[in-house]
């Protein structure tokens, strides 16, 4: 479908791999690569495999749909079987670059910090309920996931702007800003924002305008804790 799992592996040696033939050598993963792929059962299923990935792919199924025809009366059906096999093909790939690559790595993990840092910020915002839904119907979570979602956004992107608006400031300063320094910031930042409090959504004329706030003079001094105009 065009997708790459890459989660963070915990516990490399506890993972198991897999191998087309029990003949073919593979050097010193012939130890770990013990298990093997049922090719006769992808054969068989192999076109019902590639239509569930097409209906997949066009939304033409929903999630209830899919997981009654891979499993029925609590027990996988052929189908079923055929697309673990895939799934077994595809992760023994991942977890030989996921070793293999160093770099792999490391990007992985900073995709997965950021998404954790995400979270933080999103839990923050949702703090009295320590980012818990407390909706007891589907329609009362996907307000609260909306609203949540929608503040959130707000933040990244007022957070944005204005760092955007000071890297510009201290180079126009003849400040020195390194690339790779620059490419580290990051607007999953909500330590200066009030959660709490009364706030005002009418504009001044300026912001009104499109206008951003006056930054902060650096050497002032004065409390991190500003509002938004929203």
């Given amino acids: 479908m065009g997708y790459q799992f890459s989660p963070r592996i915990r516990d490399v040696s506890s993972s198991r791999y897999w191998r087309i033939s029990r003949k073919s050598d593979y050097g010193q993963l012939n130890d770990i690569a013990k298990n093997r792929i049922n090719t006769a059962l992808l054969a068989d299923h192999w076109q019902d495999v590639l239509r569930l990935v097409g209906s997949l792919k066009v939304g033409a199924v929903k999630a209830p749909e899919i997981m009654r025809i891979l499993a029925r009366d609590g027990k996988t059906t052929g189908l079923g079987n055929a697309v673990a096999e895939v799934g077994r093909v595809a992760k023994t790939l991942y977890l030989l670059d996921y070793l293999d690559d160093e770099a792999y790595r490391r990007r992985i993990l900073v995709q997965l910090n950021r998404g954790e840092q995400r979270?933080?910020?999103?839990?923050?915002?949702?703090?009295?309920?320590?980012?818990?839904?407390?909706?007891?119907?589907?329609?009362?979570?996907?307000?609260?996931?909306?609203?949540?979602?929608?503040?959130?956004?707000?933040?990244?992107?007022?957070?944005?702007?204005?760092?955007?608006?000071?890297?510009?400031?201290?180079?126009?300063?003849g400040e020195e800003l390194l690339d790779e320094d620059v490419a580290r910031v990051s607007p999953l930042r909500w330590q200066h924002i009030n959660m709490l409090g009364r706030y005002n959504f009418v504009l001044s004329p300026s912001v009104a305008g499109g206008d951003l706030r006056p930054l902060r003079d650096p050497n002032a001094e004065t409390d991190l804790d500003f509002d938004l105009d929203w």
Avoid: D, F, P
Wanted: aromatic residues 6%; contains cysteine.
């Fill in 119 to 173: 979270g933080k910020v999103a839990r923050e915002v949702c703090h009295g309920n320590k980012g818990e839904l407390q909706q007891q119907y589907r329609a009362g979570m996907e307000n609260q996931l909306g609203a949540l979602g929608l503040v959130v956004n707000t933040i990244i992107l007022w957070n944005t702007l204005y760092l955007q608006s000071a890297v510009k400031q201290l180079e126009a300063m």
